[in-house]
Nanobody, 115 residues
Framework: VQLQASGGGLVQAGGSLRLSCAAS????????LGWFRQATGTEREFVAA????????TYAVSVKGRFTISRDYAKMTVYLQMSSLRPEDTAVYYC?????????WGQGTLVTVSS
């Protein structure tokens, strides 16, 4: 069972960043994959998710139109392309693999957006 997130870093407001989350077979096939984030002093919140087929994606209102989630089935990886970043997007971003029966979390990757 593996979820390995990467791609975080420091970026200026208005910039872009792409996060990656490499999954194992046990956490990719048949699972919805999503991104969540947690800013300092706040609760973890939903950002985006893509269904197993990839035909259904959903986004938090705060990121809709700026972030895009996608899945690469050959690489068993889920991406979060983030554009027009704002200081309020600063957070630790986590990927999550989940189904009705189980869920798995990856370690976080820090995204810092400077103003």
């Amino acid at each position: 069972v593996q979820l390995q997130a990467s791609g975080g870093g420091l970026v200026q407001a208005g910039g872009s960043l792409r996060l990656s989350c490499a999954a194992s077979a046990g956490t990719f096939r048949g699972y919805t994959l999503g991104w969540f984030r947690q800013a300092t002093g706040t609760e973890r919140e939903f950002v985006a998710a893509a269904s197993w087929s990839g035909s259904y994606t959903t986004y938090a209102v705060s990121v809709k139109g700026r972030f895009t989630i996608s899945r690469d089935y050959a690489k068993m990886t889920v991406y979060l392309q983030m554009s027009s970043l704002r200081p309020e997007d600063t957070a630790v971003y986590y990927c999550k693999s989940y189904s009705r029966a189980s869920e798995y979390w990856g370690q976080g990757t820090l995204v810092t957006v400077s103003s």
